[in-house]
């Protein structure tokens, strides 16, 4: 019988288990992935751009070579330190099913087994589900909902359909890496500086912009995606004229949401985000982040923390109050 299962080994699942063991929590996380997965599968090369004191766990120990750490940086920060503090997580371990046996039992079964905890944490990612456009063509080979690297599309005729920082990064390291692109988007989304409507990024928009001037980017203001064909992509533009665009590759970066079902399952009630763009997130009590489902739990970023300084700063509040709460429980 464990105190607390964590879902999720992302910077939240990470905060939460160094916490549960400065506890002396007897506590197990289970990882579907990788240790830090969600930081696996950003752009290869990718520079993050927080500060490393919004990233790191202890003060001073994330000294990436310039002001901001790169992907492969936080990615080894992680696991290293994973490693260094010796926390218990479980990697390539899914968790198919949670049931609530009692009020102070779970059963959590995975590809592996069944475990028993007094405690559930959800720390998963937010990126489970690409968000899809819904077009004819959607589903043919040359089509990716994610972005790696660019030097397969380098020479190609590459479009990129979509208007966040995701697909503004990706637009911008393939008209810089030698792929003909047109960036496909939004004319709102293009003119938009509110950083809380989920716009480009001004260090992200400005390097865009340069190679807009340079003729290595094409940005197409579009009002719609009308159909992706083997050699062409058909797009209507705000001017409602449709057009052809000789193609090879397309990137829908629309967004990506969370999955959900184990939460549902478990009777967890669901609301709409605080800001749209991110769909529907768990209720939860603002201060101890517990669901209606007393013992279940929420952090990271499919709350509405949606950066990961509130991913790592959320385990650091709510775990005290876990231990408390497994205290009084013990004590009866």
Not at 86 to 99: F, Q, S, Y
Not at 287 to 307: D, R
Request: glycine share 8%; aromatic share 10%; hydrophobic share 40%.
């Amino acid at each position: 019988m464990f105190d607390l299962i964590i879902v999720g080994a992302g910077p939240a699942g990470i905060s939460a288990a160094w916490e549960a063991q400065k506890l002396g929590l007897d506590y197990l996380v289970i990882e579907k992935g990788l240790i830090a997965n969600t930081i696996y599968n950003y752009p290869i090369g990718l520079t993050v751009f927080s500060t490393p004191n919004e990233l790191e766990l202890i003060e001073g120990q994330l000294k990436p070579i310039r002001e901001k750490p790169t992907r492969e940086e936080l990615l080894s920060y992680y696991v290293r330190f994973v490693l260094e503090k010796g926390l218990r997580i479980n990697t390539e371990e899914k968790v198919e099913e949670v049931e609530r046996l009692s009020d102070e039992v779970f059963s959590v079964k995975t590809t592996r087994g069944e475990y028993f905890t007094r405690k559930v944490l959800f720390a998963i990612g937010a990126m489970e589900h690409p968000k899809r456009l819904g077009v004819p063509g959607e589903d043919l080979p040359k089509v990716y909902h994610t972005f790696r690297e660019t030097y397969p599309f380098v020479r190609k005729k590459v479009m990129v359909v979509g208007g966040g920082n995701s697909a503004g990064e990706a637009a911008l390291f393939l008209a810089q890496e030698g792929a003909e692109t047109t960036l496909a988007i939004f004319r709102e989304d293009w003119e938009n500086t509110d950083p809380k409507k989920g716009c480009i990024k001004y260090w992200v928009k400005q390097p865009l912009q340069e190679q807009l001037e340079r003729g290595c980017l094409q940005v197409f203001f579009l009002k719609r995606v009308v159909e992706i064909r083997n050699e062409e992509v058909v797009l209507e533009g705000e001017d409602g004229v449709v057009y052809a665009f000789e193609n090879d590759f397309v990137f829908v970066l629309i967004g990506a949401e969370a999955d959900l079902t184990l939460l549902k399952r478990l009777g967890v009630r669901m609301r709409p985000s605080k800001n749209p763009k991110y769909g529907e997130v768990p209720v939860y009590d603002e201060e101890t982040f517990e669901t209606n489902i007393p013992g279940v739990y929420v952090a990271g970023h499919f709350t509405e923390e949606k950066h990961i300084a509130g991913a790592i700063k959320v385990p650091r509040r709510i775990l005290p109050k876990i231990a408390e709460s497994l205290s009084l429980c013990k004590s009866i």
